[in-house]
T-cell receptor
Framework: DVKVTQSSRYLVKRTGEKVFLECVQD?????MFWYRQDPGLGLRLIYF???????EKGDIPEGYSVSREKKERFSLILESASTNQTSMYLC???????????FGPGTRLTVT | AQSVSQHNHHVILSEAASLELGCNYS??????LFWYVQYPGQHLQLLLK??????LVKGIKGFEAEFIKSKFSFNLRKPSVQWSDTAEYFC??????????FGSGTKLNVKP
């Protein structure tokens, strides 16, 4: 079974803090994605990566950065958290030639 | 810009009723289309996908979807819903640059 895990299910941070969200997949997938999920807006792509040290901006990259130092791990960084970044964050991965995304359980981040 | 529209935000049905959820996409090039489902408290998981060939695609749990290129549509159907189908359903597209776009989601509530 493909497994995508995320470091925390729930996280509460203060405005201005630096926040790290970690995602790990165990199926040797090349592509990894970070989305945020908000009611009525569906999933919006923040960043994706198709290889180690490679990254591409999604539709809403502002306020976020990413890091992919190892194939299995893709980190989302909020340099200075703000209240409008309160959301559910989902990580996903796919094999290069397969388009089926496998999702993690999500991290519900609250910024106060 | 590429986008996916889901017109029904919240659908309430009785068990055994037929289901059709609308999905329209905007990309004019080659597109791959997907329906994902998120059961309460669970990960997003793939219901079905369309890449090419037969426009009528069958997925898991009795779901099917029809790709109509002329209408840019990929509607999800099920002849007879069950209480266990209560979930949120997302339509998604993928373009040639490996970017995925999700609709805003449709919450389905099936009354027993």
């Amino acid at each position: 079974d493909v497994k995508v895990t995320q470091s925390s299910r729930y996280l509460v941070k203060r405005t201005g803090e630096k926040v790290f969200l970690e995602c790990v997949q165990d199926m040797d997938h090349e592509n990894m994605f970070w989305y945020r999920q908000d009611p009525g807006l569906g999933l919006r792509l923040i960043y994706f990566s198709y290889d180690v040290k490679m990254k591409e901006k999604g539709d809403i990259p502002e306020g976020y950065s990413v890091s992919r130092e190892k194939k299995e791990r893709f980190s989302l960084i909020l340099e200075s958290a703000s209240t409008n970044q309160t959301s559910m964050y989902l990580c996903a991965s796919t094999k290069r030639m397969s388009y089926e995304q496998y999702f993690g359980p999500g991290t519900r981040l609250t910024v106060t | 810009a590429q986008s996916v529209s889901q017109h029904n935000h919240h659908v309430i049905l009785s068990e055994a009723a037929s289901l059709e959820l609308g999905c329209n996409y905007s990309y004019g090039g080659t597109v791959n289309l997907f329906w994902y489902v998120q059961y309460p408290g669970q990960h997003l998981q793939l219901l079905l996908k369309y890449f090419s060939g037969d426009p009528l695609v069958k997925g898991i749990k009795g779901f099917e979807a029809e790709f109509i290129k002329s209408k840019f549509s990929f509607n999800l159907r099920k002849p007879s819903v069950q209480w266990s189908d209560t979930a949120e359903y997302f339509c998604a597209s993928r373009n040639n640059f490996n970017k995925f776009y999700f609709g805003s989601g449709t919450k389905l509530n099936v009354k027993p």
